[in-house]
């Protein structure tokens, strides 16, 4: 009988607490969880299960204090299914050392310095920082959400102004010369909401720019960015909308015949694409896309969503062949010499994509419920950038200027305006307030991370410690930590080799 439950869930979950005895909790690849595997622990004694045949097929079902196994059927049939477990030692780290062996073993693991020799630009993002523009939204009423629900009528079009500027190409540019002026070494410009439109409007009928973010000319010289530092933009090949020119080809057909929607964006419903079609749109667009001179694409949503069947008659997919064709799609791009990135993390990102943001990262944490399973496996295959999920307050500024958890777990961070056109002196200020963070990142960006364990009992001191030999020690208590015979200021850290 396990004591506690290990789940890959965001980068890690170590549950200690039964789940509400009334519900069946049920995780799927890759919204869910991040890895095909999960475990339990009794004591530094544990168990790992991980999928194999049908893996694509897989779920984890969690009720009481237990976590079960799961499939579906694909395409409404049973196919072949198998599970391997096996005993673990030194508590959850062992269970992720084991994994991170068996991801080895079977292809499923390729180091960032290989990627790195592949794609010089990644270098930029070893200790350098992302800086995040959202340039314009779609045509909408300002913050309301409900008005998302109700489709877009020739009626409303001429009621709602076109896309909202925040930014034009020639500004952000302009923003990120004074940062490097602010001590910004090396690091990307990314543009957000540069499509015809704005941001999370045509997809995938992307193309032309938004005219009233600038010229062609402009995007390009935008994009033109060398040296130790590149220019990203911002694209999705999962979604697309009533109002693109290409609906409705493409997308996923569900068991009852319907089209497969997904969630209520900024262009209001959107529907979910098969992979074989969203490859063929991503080579469409390439054709111009490939004339701005960009050396990074951050594909939003491919890494994080669930995998998805398709039923429409002579164009089926399974969910291994949207995992596959998931793959091809980031291949695509990193062939043609482009750092590329998603959303959040997941085992598709490991074979070719470089980057993956890890959003909604809250200063309030549970003590003792979040670990570093990701890391443990696959720090060093994939960078990760954490995103706070808490607002900053006066009370909270030198906890957010300290990124605690993102120097725990060796990750990156960016910096960014968002809806926000007079925020560029701020965002600039907290940059240089940060440069902590980009200097260690820099140390331990291509070590496996080792080992990560809590000091203290209550949870609040913890530890990680890397291939290099060199340690971190962060204490997340509003009190001074004594560790070791030395002491650690309330909410900070200390370094050791």
């Not at 020799?117 to 045509?139: N, V």
């Amino acid at each position: 009988i396990s004591e506690s439950l290990i789940l890959p869930s965001s980068q890690g979950k170590w549950i200690k607490k039964p789940f509400d005895q009334w519900h069946r909790n049920v995780y799927k690849l890759y919204s869910q969880i991040n890895m095909r595997w999960f475990g339990g622990l009794k004591g530094d004694n544990g168990w790992i299960a991980i999928f194999e045949e049908g893996w694509a097929d897989s779920c984890i079902t969690g009720m009481a204090l237990t976590l079960s196994s799961g499939f579906l059927k694909s395409l409404g049939r049973w196919t072949p299914r198998s599970i391997r477990y096996c005993f673990t030692e030194n508590g959850y780290v062992g269970m992720a050392k084991r994994y991170r062996k068996y991801a080895i073993e079977h292809g499923m693991f390729r180091s960032l310095k290989d990627k790195a020799e592949q794609l010089p630009h990644l270098k930029s993002l070893i200790g350098g920082r992302m800086l995040i523009f959202f340039l314009a939204y779609s045509r909408r009423r300002e913050r309301d959400v409900l008005e998302q629900l109700i489709p877009m009528t020739d009626e409303l079009k001429k009621e709602i102004p076109a896309a909202k500027v925040y930014f034009t190409f020639n500004e952000a540019a302009a923003i990120f010369q004074r940062a490097k002026k602010r001590g910004l070494k090396k690091g990307v410009l990314y543009l957000a909401g540069w499509m015809n439109g704005g941001y999370d409007c045509s997809h995938p009928d992307v193309w032309p720019p938004e005219s009233r973010l600038g010229t062609i000319e402009e995007m390009k010289k935008t994009c033109s960015e060398s040296g130790d530092y590149f220019t990203m933009i911002h694209d999705n090949y999962q979604d697309i909308y009533e109002a693109s020119l290409s609906f409705p080809k493409g997308i996923n057909i569900n068991m009852r015949g319907r089209l497969m929607t997904g969630g209520i964006w900024s262009e209001r419903q959107c529907y979910i694409l098969n992979s074989k079609n969203s490859i063929e749109y991503a080579k469409r667009n390439w054709e111009n896309l490939k004339t701005l001179g960009f050396k990074g694409m951050y594909c939003d949503t491919t890494t994080t969503m669930q995998l998805f069947e398709s039923f429409e008659k002579g164009n089926t997919q399974t969910r291994q062949q949207d995992f596959e064709r998931k793959c091809e799609l980031i291949k695509f791009f990193t062939d043609k010499g482009l750092v590329f990135g998603s959303e959040q993390i997941g085992e598709i990102s490991i074979m070719n994509a470089s980057l993956g943001f890890m959003h909604g990262r809250s200063l309030d944490r549970e003590p003792g419920e979040r670990i570093p399973l990701w890391q443990l496996v696959f720090h060093d295959a994939c960078l990760v950038q954490q995103a706070y999920g808490t607002p900053r307050t006066n009370e909270n500024n030198d906890r957010y200027d300290k990124h605690l958890e993102e120097m725990l777990y060796g990750s990156c961070i960016n910096s960014g305006l968002w809806e926000n056109k007079d925020g560029a002196e701020e965002m600039l200020t907290l940059m240089e307030r940060s440069m902590h963070v980009d200097k260690w990142h820099e140390q331990i960006a291509f070590d496996e991370m080792m080992s990560h364990r809590f000091l203290t009992d209550d949870f609040l001191v913890e530890e990680t410690e890397f291939s290099s030999g060199k340690k971190i020690i962060c204490n997340f208590d509003t009190r001074d930590r004594a560790v070791n015979g030395k002491t650690i200021k309330a909410y900070d850290y200390r370094i050791e080799s």
